[in-house]
């Protein structure tokens, strides 16, 4: 009789809330809760180790700058000195655009190949981003904003305008300062003369038919003046 009892006891259904605990259990006895709850956990402890790795890198001593820091520098600009603070490595140009405010040389290849900033150095044409602003101290430098009066333009630069010699206009000042080292020492120059002195300035736009023409027309303009202006 107790066997049977037994034996009736065990084939009973199981109850709503047996069946519950049971579902929620996975195969190795941890209920969803407790798996959820321990993944919780662990992310957040990965979390807290990243913020103070992230911390401890942020509060590592940062190298300070190598290499010397700004010297003074006297350049003489279109007749004028000028004193300022610029670090060695500082160009001829970025000392011009950036410190003085002179922006006719433009900043384009910055690798001595259009152009865009040629300048006058002591008679001759050069590029300004090659040059070092703390190695041109005392010698004379010639920009466009010192071509002409104010309000006026060189004849070089009038002579630009009539023979429609720009476009965009980017190129132009660097044209023109070239223009003026070359006619200074050839007032009467060919046009073949004129091709091979512009040959290190490049326009874009493709104006060099009126270019040509411009610095022909100024030579004539300025050698009736009596040479240079």
Known sequence: MADRDERHHS?????????KESKGKTSKGFSRRQF?????????????????????AAQEKTPGVSGPGPVPV???INGKEHELQVEPRVTLLDALRNRLDMTGAKKV???????ACTVILDGRPVYACTVLAIDVQGRSIDTIEGLAPKDKLHPISQSFVDHDAQQCGFCTAGFVMAVKAFVDKHPHPTEEQVKQSLNGNLCRCGTYVGIREAVLEAATKMSRKGGRV
């Not at 084939?11 to 069946?19: C, G, I, L, M, Y």
């Not at 993944?39 to 979390?47: F, K, M, N, Q, Y």
């Open 36 to 56: 959820i709850k321990g993944t919780g956990l662990a992310v957040s402890a990965s979390v807290l180790a990243t913020e103070g790795l992230l911390k401890a």
């Open 109 to 115: 290849c910055d690798r001595a190949s259009c152009g």
């Open 11 to 19: 084939t009973e259904p199981e109850s709503a809330q047996d069946k």
């Open 74 to 76: 006297r350049l003489r």
